[in-house]
């Protein structure tokens, strides 16, 4: 496990359920690992709207959670403002469950297809550099 840095993300981590914390500290350790196999060296680990948050340079911030009015379900945000929720859609519609324009959602038992969800990672982690791409086109009947 990646040690944390900031105390507050470690304390955030601590008050969730002990099957959610696992479930969040796989999907952070998931976002490390992506960083590291693409050379993104300066990931930022925070907090912000009190979830954990992960940015890059180059890319779009990438928060995860669970929400307690949602036990079971946890969930990898991404910017409402980019195309990237609409991309992943394209690509990984059958793959994921998607919630409006920035959320991909899990339940605690789902089996998460990991290298689908790492390219959707990386997308996010490198975005500024590929917001140009086609596959990266706004896909307007998606905005809920």
Do not use: Q
Request: glycine share 2%; aromatic share 14%; proline share 2%.
């Amino acid at each position: 496990m990646i040690d944390f840095k900031d105390k507050k993300v470690k304390d955030k981590f601590d008050t969730y359920p002990s099957v959610i914390k696992e479930k969040l500290l796989a999907l952070r350790e998931l976002i490390f690992e992506v960083a590291h196999e693409n050379s993104i060296d300066e990931l930022e680990e925070t907090l912000k709207w009190n979830e954990p948050s992960y940015l890059s340079e180059k890319g779009s911030t990438i928060r995860i959670n669970s929400k307690k009015s949602n036990p079971d379900k946890y969930s990898i945000y991404f910017n409402c403002n980019t195309k990237l929720v609409s991309t992943f859609r394209k690509l990984f519609d059958d793959r994921f469950s998607f919630v409006g324009n920035r959320e991909i959602e899990f339940y605690i038992n789902d089996s998460i297809d990991i290298e689908s969800l790492k390219y959707c990672i990386l997308l996010s982690l490198t975005y500024h550099e590929r917001k140009h791409f086609d596959m990266l086109e706004e896909e307007k009947n998606y905005h809920n």
